[in-house]
Each structure stands twice: as structure tokens, then as C-alpha cells.
């Protein structure tokens, strides 16, 4: 075989293995299990080897093909499941991320704008106090910016650190990220590229992970230790997810940071602004162009 399709062809397997295979098998296995135990044996070990040995010692196993259809029929369950939760996957990522359209996310917008208003008082107060130490200031800034860095407007933080990203740009540049974005995209190089494409995986994963909580949560209605597990799961995914949305919204901002007057330059927008750096894109340039992508809209 051709090294390269040989190549090729074990790193295909390898992440079919490692993204479809194994969590839907990991699944099957504990729903298995909470099938056969159920809440009052969710003990009960001595039972599940006896079911196990009893499924095990049946005629039909003994036969290589029965075996072999048995074999494929589990992976192919498993790889359902696991694309199962990857569609659930993307409706928690948009979840996450939505705007607040209906009164409930409303509701949750408001609270999260009177917590940072407290906070933003809080750190005001003690700025214009002479007496308040520099590390007193820096905590209170700490607890603000987890909150946000800007005033809430999503029902969630995860959707405020990305639209943060567009505000905080806005500000400084004059860019309309969302109309920027496609163009800013095509003069990155590689290495930036992947680093944004790593960022964006790790927040669809976190999202995947947190539908598997969801589905072991169900498997919680016949045997209650698998809601431990969604639990533990649901525990994980917030902590990979805000970890994942910081690492990309960080990124988006840098891209327009390094590479913004590159932009301007490359479309022949570029302004002269002495107030800006070497290198920076000047707030006129940034209207200019964030104008002229939006073509009118």
C-alpha cells in the first residue's frame, strides 16, 4: 500500500476510534450496566458477572460470524451514539452562546448586569480611595472581569467573552468583527489559523462532553451512580469550556491586534494616523473598512 494512504488511513482510524468508538462504547457500557443492576443491586458486582457469563455462555456467541455481526453491530451503535451527541453537542454550544431573545434569558441578562454593576462599583469605590492597596484593586478588577469585561448582554458568560472580543475591538479599531472576520481569515498564516481552529474544536469537545452528561443523566432514571457521572461530566465540560471560549476569544483579538493593518494595507484601505503605533490599526482605517465589507448593510 502506498505509505502515504497508509498513513493516511491509520489517522482516520485512530480518530473514528477516539471519536466515535470509544465514548459511544464507554455509554453502552454503563447503560448496560444500569439496565441489568438497576437502583436496588447498584452494587451488586457478583450480578453483573453473572449476566455477563450467562451472555457469554450462549450457543450462538460460539460461532465466529454470530461473534463477528455482534462485533460490528456494537461499533455501529456506538458510532450512532456518538454522532448523536455530537448533533446535541451543537444545540448546548448554541445554547451557550444565544442571545437573549426570550424572558428567561432575559431574566438571566439582568442578573448577570446588576452582579457586574455591584462588582464595577466595588472597584470603583476603592480606586478613588487613596488608602485601598494596588492588590485590593486588582482583586476587585479580578472579580468584574469574571463576570465580564464588558456590561452582560448574553444570558451566559460564555456568550459575553465572545461578544466582549467584538465590543473590545470595536473600541479600539473601529472593526465590525463579523463583517471583518472572512477577510481578516485569508491573510492569516497557518500556525494562527490552527491555533483559532484548536480553540474552536476545544469548545465544540467541551459542548460534546456536555451532552454526554445529559445522556448519562437519562441512564440515571434505572441506575442512580450514573448521575455521578453526569455530574463529574457536566463538571469538566463548564471548566473545558471556559477555559476553550477565553483561548478563542483571546485569539480572535490578537488576530485583529497583529494582523488588522495588514488587512488595511492588503485592500489599499490603510490610513495615516500618527497617534497609532507602528503597526496598529488606526480607528479611521478600521471604519473605513468595517463600512466598505458591510457593503451598505
Not at 25 to 51: K, S
Not at 93 to 103: G, H, I, N
Not at 282 to 287: I, L, M, Y
Request: glycine letters at 8%; aromatic letters at 6%.
Amino acid at each position: 500500500m502506498n505509505p502515504l494512504l497508509a498513513t493516511l488511513s491509520g489517522k482516520l482510524t485512530e480518530r473514528w476510534l477516539n471519536l466515535l468508538v470509544l465514548p459511544g462504547a464507554l455509554f453502552l457500557g454503563v447503560l448496560a450496566t444500569g439496565v441489568t443492576l438497576g437502583h436496588g443491586h447498584w452494587q451488586d458486582l457478583g450480578r453483573l458477572r453473572a449476566a455477563l457469563d450467562g451472555l457469554a455462555g450462549r450457543p450462538a456467541l460460539e460461532r465466529t460470524g454470530t461473534a463477528a455481526l455482534v462485533v460490528a453491530i456494537l461499533l455501529l451503535l456506538s458510532s450512532a451514539l456518538s454522532l448523536g451527541a455530537q448533533f446535541l453537542g451543537a444545540g448546548v454550544e448554541r445554547y451557550w452562546l444565544r442571545e437573549a431573545r426570550f424572558a428567561p434569558s432575559r431574566v438571566l441578562v439582568r442578573r448577570r448586569a446588576a452582579r457586574y454593576r455591584r462588582a464595577d462599583r466595588a472597584r470603583t469605590a476603592a480606586i478613588r480611595d487613596p488608602a485601598t492597596a494596588e492588590p485590593e484593586i486588582a482583586r476587585l478588577t479580578l472579580v468584574r472581569d469574571r463576570i465580564g469585561l464588558v456590561p452582560p448582554s448574553r444570558p451566559t458568560w460564555y456568550g459575553d467573552r465572545l461578544q466582549a472580543a467584538a465590543e473590545r475591538v470595536d473600541a479600539a479599531y473601529g472593526v465590525d468583527l463579523a463583517a471583518w472576520w472572512p477577510r481578516l481569515w485569508l491573510v492569516l498564516q497557518e500556525p494562527a489559523q490552527r491555533q483559532i481552529e484548536s480553540a474552536r474544536a476545544s469548545v465544540a469537545a467541551a459542548a460534546r462532553l456536555a451532552a454526554w452528561a445529559v445522556g448519562y443523566l437519562v441512564v440515571g432514571l434505572w441506575w442512580w451512580p450514573a448521575v455521578v457521572i453526569a455530574a463529574g461530566c457536566a463538571l469538566v465540560a463548564r471548566t473545558r469550556a471556559r477555559d476553550a471560549v477565553e483561548a478563542l476569544a483571546s485569539l480572535v483579538e490578537a488576530a485583529v491586534d497583529v494582523h488588522g493593518r495588514e488587512l488595511a494595507v492588503r485592500v489599499g484601505v490603510a490610513v495615516a494616523e500618527p497617534e497609532r503605533a507602528p503597526g496598529l490599526l488606526g480607528h479611521e482605517s478600521g471604519d473605513l473598512m468595517s463600512e466598505a465589507f458591510r457593503k451598505g448593510g
